[in-house]
């Protein structure tokens, strides 16, 4: 069976799943997306990802011509249409298709797709081994200019650092600011382990508000390690106890060496491997019912 597509308030098979190549989306980046996990018949987190949509969506003055309950609803819908237990959901919205200018006003209909597709999981031992960073010549964006807390489907920024990453041998970058402390990965937000303190750069420096993010913090605080945001640096990262990322597809990924230094001991660490068993817990018995 083919996989169907919500799009526009229809479900169609996936060949027929196609957009107009006037769409703003498309020609200018201009729309907001989620990404959105399942677990065994459970929306992880569905609540925070439709809030966090509605709030990229009011930034950018788009408005979603759904209610958040009917975009609830129509994720759960693609889910039991395709059948999927474990799933990967991409929750697009833009601008609609316009003219070949920019001018937003021209875009009367916003366009609305949601694919739900099987998960593809990362490779187990990069769970088991840890991660190695670079951080790259790409900063993230300015908050003044186009502020990483919009989920927005203009994600040029991150794929120049991923590119940058690449071509140096290295999976995954950390991308610095325009003073030159530390924001995020390309797709995934970075904490590190120090003492008993669990240290994440807050929102203002550039990053987006990740909802993995907020799990850790809120698992880390209820086992008494202090979550806090703080402004961090290259010096922080390298003499960090442990250090991982979280991200909705990734879940938690420990890393073991930035910029060539050892971090900690250079294997997951205890504070690590522990948030990663409890995270795994509650993506078995929390979420949205479908
Ligand atoms: N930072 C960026 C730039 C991202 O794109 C993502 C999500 N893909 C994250 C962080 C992690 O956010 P979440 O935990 O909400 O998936």
Redesign the pocket.
Same mark, same amino acid.
């Given at each position: 069976m083919s996989l169907k597509i919500y799009l526009n308030g229809k479900f169609v098979a996936r060949e027929q799943a196609k957009l107009s190549v006037f769409d703003h989306g498309l020609l200018y980046g201009d729309g907001v997306f989620e990404?959105i996990r399942s677990y065994n018949g459970l929306v992880f987190k569905l609540e925070e990802h439709i809030d966090r949509l509605f709030e990229s969506a009011q930034t950018i003055m788009l408005t979603i011509p759904l209610t958040k309950a009917q975009l609830i609803e129509a994720v759960c819908r693609c889910l039991r249409i395709n059948r999927l237990h474990n799933a990967y959901i991409r929750l697009v919205v833009t601008r609609g298709v316009g003219d070949l200018g920019l001018d937003p006003r021209k875009c009367p209909l916003p366009t609305v797709f949601i694919i739900a597709d099987k998960i593809t999981l990362y490779p187990k031992r990069l769970y088991e081994r840890g991660l190695a960073l670079i951080t790259v010549p790409t900063q993230r964006n300015l908050p003044e200019a186009l502020n990483?807390q919009i989920?927005s489907l203009n994600y040029l920024n $991150?794929i120049l650092a991923k590119i940058e990453a690449v071509n140096a041998g290295f999976e995954e970058a950390i991308m610095l600011n325009a003073h030159g402390y530390v924001t995020?990965?390309?797709?995934? $937000?970075l904490f590190i382990v120090k003492g008993r303190r669990l240290l994440t750069p807050p929102t203002y420096v550039g990053?987006?508000k990740?909802? +993995?993010?907020q799990t850790v913090m809120d698992l880390a605080g209820r086992d008494g390690i202090e979550a806090r945001e703080e402004v961090l640096t290259r010096h922080d990262l390298f003499n960090a106890d442990e250090c991982f990322l979280?991200? +909705?597809?990734a879940e938690i990924v420990p890393v073991v060496t930035i910029d060539g230094r050892t971090i900690g001991a250079g294997r997951p660490g205890r504070v690590t491997l522990r948030l990663m068993r409890q995270f795994q817990a509650l993506t078995k018995t929390a979420g949205v019912r479908y």
């Open positions: 990404g990483p989920k $991150n995020e990965c390309t797709g995934e $937000n990053v987006l990740g909802i +993995t993010r979280t991200g +909705t597809a």
